[in-house]
């Protein structure tokens, strides 16, 4: 239950630092704000150096400006959401989203997650590599199943010959 509350730790952190924060300056210069891009870059690298400052203020500038230039000229085919699904782009975003949708569809996320309850109700009879760190679920949770199979198997062919 600790380890549980315990990961709640470092977003709380976040969440009381992040006021903090300078204001990216690529936002900045995207919204025409050079000067409060100039101050949230010099916060970021500090004042001592105003030459590295201007280089990156004009190497913003010209992202900023190339990729108002990219989304320009993908908009000419309508809205970047509706593109994904026509033409030959419908079977590059089926492509891309199987692998995700695959794992998920066969149960991949259950199996991680409820693999170690498993194996700690199946019996303690097993172990193969006593040297390895048996605390680390997806190594337990893989040599337990695997065991788990062999055993069950191994039955399966000795009830078959009959012995």
């Not at 919204?31 to 101050?39: C, L, N, T």
């Not at 959401?81 to 989203?97: D, F, P, S």
């Not at 498993?118 to 019996?123: Q, R, V």
Request: proline residues 4%; hydrophobic residues 40%.
């Amino acid at each position: 239950m600790s380890l549980i509350v315990l990961q709640y730790l470092f977003p709380a952190i976040l969440i009381l630092i992040y006021p903090f924060f300078p204001e990216s300056a690529y936002f900045l210069i995207k919204k025409g704000k050079y000067e409060e891009a100039r101050k949230a870059l010099n916060r970021t690298h500090g004042s001592s150096d105003q030459d590295l400052i201007n280089v990156e203020m004009k190497r913003i500038e010209q992202n900023v400006h190339f990729s108002e230039e990219l989304a320009k000229a993908a908009a000419i085919d309508g809205p970047l959401a509706w593109q994904c699904w026509r033409k030959t782009n419908r079977r590059r975003t089926l492509t891309a989203m199987m692998p995700a949708a695959a794992q998920q569809l066969i149960g991949a996320a259950f199996v991680l997650g409820c693999t170690e309850d498993f194996t700690n109700i199946a019996d303690d009879r097993c172990h193969i590599f006593p040297f390895f760190d048996w605390n680390h679920p997806v190594l337990y949770g893989f040599l337990r199943s695997f065991h788990n199979y062999a055993s069950v198997e191994s039955r399966r062919i000795s009830s078959n010959r009959g012995t």
